[in-house]
């Protein structure tokens, strides 16, 4: 018998959302996950893995994760699976209500080259609190409670971005040279993913067995090394769908599919929409 988890939340996915989740059964997210907006993902107890773009991070109690839209991520479970995390999701539109000309300044955090913000004991105790004090309000719902949560997310943003521009960055560490490795091995597909990408001949590329490669790719990032190839396909395509005038089959040859059809089966698979669907709902 599986054991649910303890979850609430508040708002909805096309405005503000906060979503609160309790776990203490092993959990690893089972779908591959990029969207188009902002998440911030805050550790209330508990340690995940967190592979975010091009590496891991071991996030722990107190960490605050910034994910910027169209970023490829994935939580894995690390030591014990107990942990509980608050999530928010906010978009363009929300984040110009809540700042206004202020906007681009509450964004530094998701713009860093690391996507982890650790701050000192006092800076943790104040973020705690505050989201303490969030949760609270969305679970007791007093009155007037509906307009915390944005003034909440705010003070968050604001605070963060205080800190980066009155910190230097910390120096990234990889856990393993393997972490390491594999890390530069996501770079080399980023950066050749229009291409044909074998595993052998990547493995190859690297010096690495493809039985090894394939093992530590999945163990590592929580993607298969073909999944991986593929949803960086698909995010790419999707942006060249929304920001440029190519056509679909040009777009197709852009990203690595010699074959229309698989490319178009693909595409909707994992957005639910044909790419001629996806360009008109964006444009």
Same mark, same amino acid.
């Given at each position: /018998?599986?054991?649910?988890?303890?979850?609430?939340?508040?708002?909805?996915?096309?405005?503000?959302?906060?979503?609160?989740?309790?776990?203490?059964?092993?959990?690893?997210?089972?779908?591959?996950?990029?969207?188009?907006?902002?998440?911030?993902?805050?550790?209330?107890?508990?340690?995940?893995?967190? =592979?975010?773009?091009?590496?891991?991070?071991?996030? &722990?109690?107190?960490?605050?994760?910034? #994910?910027?839209?169209?970023?490829?991520?994935?939580?894995?479970?690390?030591?014990?699976?107990?942990?509980?995390?608050?999530?928010?999701?906010?978009?363009?539109?929300?984040?110009?209500?809540?700042?206004?000309? @202020? +906007?681009?300044?509450?964004?530094?955090?998701?713009?860093?080259?690391?996507?982890?913000?650790?701050?000192?004991?006092?800076?943790?105790? +104040?973020?705690?609190?505050?989201?303490?004090?969030?949760?609270? &309000?969305?679970?007791?719902?007093?009155?007037?409670?509906?307009?915390?949560?944005? =003034?909440?997310?705010?003070?968050?943003?604001?605070?963060?971005?205080? @800190? #980066?521009?009155?910190?230097?960055?910390?120096?990234?560490?990889? +856990?393993?040279?393997?972490?390491?490795?594999?890390?530069?091995?996501?770079?080399?597909?980023?950066?050749?993913?229009?291409? /044909?990408?074998r595993l052998d001949e990547v493995a190859k590329h690297f010096f690495i067995s493809p039985y090894y490669?394939?093992?530590?790719?999945?163990?590592?990032?929580? =993607?298969?090394?073909?999944?991986?190839?593929?949803?960086?396909? /698909?995010?790419?395509?999707?942006?060249?769908?929304?920001?440029?005038?190519?056509?679909?089959?040009?777009?197709?040859?852009?990203?690595?599919?010699?074959?229309?059809? @698989?490319?178009?089966?693909?595409?909707?698979?994992?957005?639910?929409?044909?790419?001629?669907?996806?360009?008109?709902?964006?444009?």
């Amino acid at each position: /018998m599986s054991i649910q988890p303890d979850i609430y939340s508040f708002g909805s996915i096309s405005d503000l959302y906060i979503e609160y989740t309790k776990r203490t059964a092993p959990y690893t997210m089972e779908y591959n996950h990029y969207h188009d907006y902002y998440e911030i993902y805050y550790m209330l107890s508990g340690q995940r893995i967190y =592979f975010i773009r091009d590496r891991s991070y071991s996030v &722990e109690q107190g960490d605050l994760v910034f #994910i910027s839209k169209h970023e490829l991520h994935k939580t894995m479970q690390s030591g014990d699976a107990a942990h509980e995390r608050i999530i928010i999701h906010f978009d363009d539109a929300m984040l110009s209500k809540l700042a206004g000309v @202020h +906007a681009n300044f509450l964004l530094t955090p998701f713009e860093q080259q690391s996507h982890i913000i650790r701050m000192p004991m006092q800076e943790q105790l +104040a973020t705690a609190q505050l989201m303490s004090r969030t949760l609270s &309000e969305i679970r007791q719902q007093p009155a007037g409670f509906e307009l915390f949560p944005a =003034f909440a997310v705010t003070e968050l943003l604001l605070s963060a971005a205080r @800190h #980066i521009q009155q910190h230097e960055p910390v120096p990234l560490h990889h +856990a393993t040279p393997m972490h390491a490795k594999i890390s530069e091995v996501i770079r080399y597909i980023n950066a050749h993913f229009g291409e /044909m990408l074998r595993l052998d001949e990547v493995a190859k590329h690297f010096f690495i067995s493809p039985y090894y490669l394939s093992r530590m790719f999945k163990e590592l990032t929580g =993607f298969t090394f073909s999944d991986y190839i593929i949803l960086t396909r /698909m995010k790419e395509a999707q942006r060249l769908l929304r920001e440029s005038d190519s056509s679909i089959t040009d777009i197709a040859a852009a990203v690595g599919f010699d074959n229309f059809s @698989h490319f178009g089966k693909t595409f909707k698979k994992i957005t639910r929409l044909s790419p001629r669907q996806y360009r008109k709902q964006y444009r």
